[in-house]
């Protein structure tokens, strides 16, 4: 049960108006008396150590009780013990305690009031000095520290700045304060290589850092926006210092409070109302779905051009990855294994999809190291010995060639390199060289079981298996076959950062969920944001893991031009060349 109490602090002599202290206490009785351990603590000698106490019966009924052998005042009458209500009053001493109309939330509330003349703090007092008690003037020392501050820590290391001589004594002195009194915290450790130089930075007095001064460190700092364009007039007034604070504690040199972006990305158009992006204010109440990059190919009869195009991801329905493969997901990561030569092979995510040195991003798919192995490329089901050479069609066919040409001539042991002209011979006639007939019937036959061979590999059991084949028409023989190049997505959205290493602990299929029911190459499995959204929060959230904008985002955009202010005189300059050259409108 809570008391709540209303404390006399100060009564007005004039007015008689009380100003109170207000405070609960969690009891079932509420004590008074002279003791320290009590409720409410009355120091005056005719008060006993435990004098009283106010509690709430079984029934709800509020009572007073005496503890000593006399009785208490309750009302202007003497009681041992009597039930309260509100209006009562009980004098104990000098103290009057009043029983007020109970709340809703607190059934007993209590006043207790100092009558106007009554010293409530003459036990505290004795506890405390004061400066007049010392007979020392307090002005004089108020001076003295005044003074004193200024000298150490203005006008003494001020000084350094008009010379620089008395700069470095200071800078050098262990007594002597110097200008490094001024710093707020300790450099960031990337700029500890600074030293004790602060004119590197601070090259005028009593003036904010410049962007200029970050700049002759960090020539090759990319913009925002692209220099080139007109968007580079919004941040004429933005310095460096805005989002990378130094001598702050803790030392944090790239800000994450995410204002700082959301200052214009959410209401961007009113800086361009022509702007393609959607607005931003929080990651996870306002933030559009993930818009992907994909690599389309534009084919021209035998020649592929790719070109990176950037799409909605409400445009998932209709548009695809088209890498130019035949590949199912569902079939590689069957739960009771694929065949492979070696007998049936258990599959997981990692046996392909394999990060790299940082752990950040995954490896690109290599045929040779991550296909090889189960799929052979084995230029005869009977002879599981030779296999053919996997990427360039000219290069399968030169090695069926020679391999038939080896077979024709008996040579199964050289390589076309390693046959002179005094080598070649008939099938079984030593030492005999060949006929320009006998050259031209063991060529032919060579080019014919490639051929043979060539049509069985391509259309019927190994490249037709993962790649797309066509045929060029009015080709013949090895020219007819054409297979499309393969190119897959490295980057799928290449304007936001995602760290591999940091979600080791969840399950790949816990973010790709239809990996395991794809079964077409062309299937985007890139997660949606509400995936990310059962773990990511808001910035301030506090149930999730708060997510800022400079966690998937970054500032400096590779390909914007240089954040050197020259690189940006350069630009207006260019504007300006570029607006006096146009002619002007005939009236």
């Known amino acids: ?115 106007v003349g009554a010293n409530r703090y003459s036990l505290e007092s004795l506890h405390y000095t004061v400066l007049g008690q010392t007979r020392l003037s307090k002005s004089f020392w108020s001076w003295m520290l005044a003074v004193s501050i200024m000298l150490l820590f203005f006008i003494i290391p001020i000084s350094g ?9 200071l800078r050098e002195s262990i ?77 944090i040199l790239v800000q994450p409070d995410q204002r700082f972006c959301v200052d214009c990305h959410q209401n961007l158009e009113k800086l361009k109302n022509d702007t393609e992006l959607a607005d931003v204010s929080d990651f996870d109440s306002d933030h559009p779905e993930f818009s992907l990059t994909l690599l389309k190919p534009f084919f021209e009869e035998t020649q592929t051009r790719w070109e990176a195009v950037r799409i909605e991801r409400n445009s998932l329905a209709t548009i695809q990855e088209e890498s130019n493969l035949w590949f199912s997901h569902k079939e590689h990561l069957n739960p009771e294994g694929i065949r492979s030569p070696d007998g049936d092979k258990l599959l997981v995510c990692k046996d392909c999809h394999r990060p790299n040195t940082s752990g950040r991003q995954m490896l690109p798919i290599n045929m040779e190291k991550h296909c090889a192995e189960c799929h052979r490329l084995d230029l005869d089901k009977d002879n599981l010995g030779k296999q053919v050479p996997h990427g360039d069609l000219n290069t399968l066919f030169d090695t069926l060639k020679e391999y038939f040409s080896h077979q024709y001539l008996g040579q199964d042991a050289v390589t076309s390199s390693q046959i002179t002209q005094d080598q070649l011979r008939r099938p079984n006639l030593k030492n005999k060289a060949l006929s320009i007939e006998d050259r031209k019937q063991a060529m032919d036959w060579a080019e014919k079981q490639s051929l043979i061979v060539a049509q069985d590999l391509i259309e019927k059991r190994v490249c037709i298996d993962c790649h797309h084949i066509s045929k060029i028409p009015g080709k013949t023989e090895f020219e007819k076959w054409y297979v499309k190049p393969v190119a897959l997505n490295k980057r799928w959205m290449p304007l936001a950062n995602f760290n591999h290493a940091k979600h080791t602990g969840v399950a790949c299929i816990s973010c790709h969920k239809n990996a395991k029911k794809s079964k077409k190459s062309s299937d985007i499995l890139i997660p949606e944001i509400e995936t990310c959204r059962e773990c990511h929060g808001g910035n301030k959230d506090k149930y999730k893991l708060p997510s800022d904008c400079l966690m998937c985002h970054k500032f400096h955009l590779p390909n914007r031009g240089l954040l050197d202010k020259t690189q940006q005189t350069v630009t207006e300059n260019l504007f300006a060349n570029k607006n006096s050259s146009k002619p002007m409108n005939k009236k």
Not at 36 to 59: G, R
Not at 224 to 248: G, K, L, P, W, Y
């Open 1 to 115: 049960m809570h008391f709540l109490i209303y404390h006399t602090v100060r009564t007005d002599k004039d007015t008689g108006n009380k100003t109170y202290q207000q405070f609960k206490i969690r009891t079932q009785q509420l004590t008074i008396g002279r003791a320290s351990d009590q409720h409410v603590q009355i120091d005056e000698p005719l008060v006993e150590l435990c004098h009283a106490t106010i509690s709430l019966s079984h029934d709800g009924q509020l009572y007073a009780k005496s503890l000593t052998s006399g009785d208490i005042e309750i009302n202007g009458e003497s009681h041992r013990s009597k039930q309260l209500t509100p209006g009562d009053s009980i004098h104990i001493g000098s103290i009057i305690i009043s029983i007020e109309q109970p709340r809703t939330d607190h059934p007993v509330v209590v006043s207790i009031d100092h009558p």
């Open 161 to 169: 700045l008009f010379s620089p001589s008395v700069k470095q004594l």
């Open 175 to 251: 007594l002597l304060p110097d200008d490094s009194l001024w710093l707020t915290g300790p450099l960031h450790r990337s700029h500890q290589i600074i030293g004790k130089d602060c004119n590197a930075c601070h090259t005028t007095p009593f003036k904010m850092v410049q962007n200029q001064q970050c700049i002759e460190c960090h020539r090759d700092i990319q913009h925002h926006v692209d220099v080139a364009s007109h968007d580079i007039d919004h941040f004429h007034e933005n310095r460096c210092a805005d989002c990378h604070r130094e001598h702050n504690e803790p030392s």
